[in-house]
């Protein structure tokens, strides 16, 4: 980590925030909104953050550290027992932490479970952000506020803050944003000017290809998708001018009717992944690339502590 070497001002405020949730509450779309570009994969499915991702907001009186966790679930393999790990493990070093619940859902069992998880905290503070609030009427989302605060009263977890926000429409996305800076510590900037987050280039481009292919897929293929970038650089022969990103990956799945599914017929899907992941990859390195994709079969990853070392879990 390596501090920016302009001089900041005083009372310039600097930590880490952490965005906990249940899966599927819109913590990464939260993420990147706040950081104002994509830094985090999204989806519909549940967890699809398999990382925490570090996202940076800087401001001219902030340096906002944002960590995206996996969504915090009842665990039914090792590698969902190492998610729930990581998040516990994150929370525990932040300065606040933002519990997301979304505003079209009631409140129920899995966010009960992580207030309670939460309240254990003591010195940190945590505020809920309701999200997703461009999905419901006013007269719901008043109801929705008052189920949060419920939650906290009825599980000793003291909430600073009750914030509505849209990711989607920008709503109230600058106060939360207000609100986690001001419970930052007073301290120079943790990350030099310009950087959007601390994620290795290798470890994003993987998470845009798995993005990629998981749209469309149903069931439990989602969970049982991984991706190892095996090789990238550019392409020596090339001049200057025109540079060509060379992107060698292979994507995991754990039977071979899953990979019969990801290829497609006649390689059909596969290039549609490759096609879109390409395009996200091209946008965030400002680059060219040339990407490779194969398909291979890891039986059970999930659940082979030798697989997940393998895959970087």
């Known amino acids: 980590m390596v501090a920016s070497s ?14 906990v949730g249940r899966p599927n509450t819109g913590k990464s779309t939260l993420t990147n909104a706040l950081v104002g570009s994509k830094v985090a994969i999204t989806s519909g499915r549940p967890q699809t953050t398999r990382h925490t991702i570090r996202g940076i907001v800087a401001r001219s009186d902030a340096q906002l550290v944002l960590v995206d966790t996996p969504g915090l679930h009842r665990p039914r ?21 933002g519990l997301c619940v979304p505003a079209d859902q009631k409140v129920g069992p899995g966010d009960r479970f992580i207030a309670v ?14 999200t997703k609030t ?49 419970r930052l510590p007073v301290s120079p900037p943790l990350y030099p000017d310009g950087e959007l987050t601390d994620e290795p280039e290798q470890v994003m481009v ?12 149903h069931h439990e293929l989602p969970h049982s998708i991984a991706v190892v970038v095996q090789e990238m650089g550019l392409r020596p022969d090339r001049p200057e001018r025109r540079p060509l990103l060379d992107i060698h990956a292979t994507l995991y799945v754990e039977r071979q009717s899953q990979k019969g599914i990801v290829i497609g017929a006649g390689g059909s899907r596969l290039h549609a992944v490759g096609t879109s992941a390409r395009q996200h990859i091209e946008a965030l390195l400002g680059t060219p690339v ?3 994709l194969h398909v291979t079969v890891a039986k059970d990853w999930q659940r082979d502590p030798r697989q997940l070392r393998k895959l970087g879990f």
């Open 206 to 217: 993987a998470e845009l290809i798995r993005e990629a292919a998981l749209e469309g897929v």
């Open 117 to 130: 998880e939460l309240a254990k905290l003591k010195r940190t503070p945590v505020l809920a952000v309701v």
């Open 77 to 97: 393999t090792l590698l969902g027992q190492r998610l729930n790990d990581l998040v516990r493990t994150t929370w525990a070093e932040v300065d606040v932490v």
């Open 290 to 292: 040339y990407l490779d």
């Open 6 to 19: 302009s001089v900041a001002p005083a009372g310039f405020r600097a930590g880490f925030a952490c965005l």
């Open 134 to 182: 461009d999905l419901v009427k006013p007269a719901v989302l008043t109801e929705q506020l008052a189920a949060v605060a419920r939650l906290g009263e009825s599980t000793g977890l003291e909430l600073a803050e009750i914030v509505p926000v849209s990711a989607v429409s920008g709503s109230q996305v600058d106060l939360l944003a207000d609100l986690l800076v001001q």
